[in-house]
């Protein structure tokens, strides 16, 4: 996901992603290669010579989600919480941590889940029979919870040495206490 704001106005001065100053731009255009940016990158292009920190990066408070959370009881505690520490870990620009990247790939499992469900509805997917039915549900559900689990046992274990891990720990646990607010 690319957040791109902008600040002042005018010619193109310059360009900040992810807080470091990037060159590949000319005559008012911005030449972004995909294959050098992160999965997420703020893009601040300041114009006129105004200074990066002038713009806001369009981020929100709750990362968003392609679906409603009330659709999914049955996993809508955990992606809360996923959402919440994915946030966090972005203010504190470590959206590029392992620990990030799972969390992404969990919410992942749980669009699927969501999608899935709406294309059943829809008829666009076919239904299996029983008990092949439930046994898919339980797999998509399944996939989700053990990377829920595994995300909390790794920032959960005790005495973590890297101080790195400390802190992404630190984020899991704080982000936990807001997750159902």
């Not at 990066?57 to 709750?62: I, L, S």
């Not at 505690?77 to 520490?85: A, K, W």
Request: hydrophobic letters at 40%; charged letters at 25%; a positive charge.
């Amino acid at each position: 996901m690319i957040f791109v704001s902008a600040a002042g106005n005018g010619a193109v001065s310059s360009v900040v992603i992810n807080g470091k100053q990037y060159s590949n731009f000319k005559d008012g255009q911005i030449h972004l290669r995909y294959d050098e940016l992160p999965d997420e990158a703020s893009v601040t292009v300041c114009l006129g010579g105004a200074a990066a920190s002038a713009g806001k990066t369009n981020r929100r408070e709750r990362l968003p989600l392609s679906f409603d959370l009330s659709s999914l009881p049955e996993c809508a505690t955990r992606v809360s919480h996923l959402q919440y520490f994915q946030l966090a870990l972005n203010k504190a620009n470590l959206q590029t941590s392992y620990e990030a990247a799972h969390a992404k790939k969990a919410l992942d499992v749980a669009e699927a889940i969501f999608l899935r469900k709406e294309f059943l509805k829809s008829g666009s997917l076919k239904a299996l029979p029983e008990p092949a039915a439930s046994a898919a549900d339980r797999i998509y559900l399944d996939s989700f919870n053990r990377l829920y689990d595994g995300l909390e046992k790794v920032l959960s274990e005790p005495a973590r040495k890297d101080p790195s891990k400390k802190q992404l720990a630190q984020y899991w646990q704080a982000t936990q206490k807001v997750r159902q607010k």
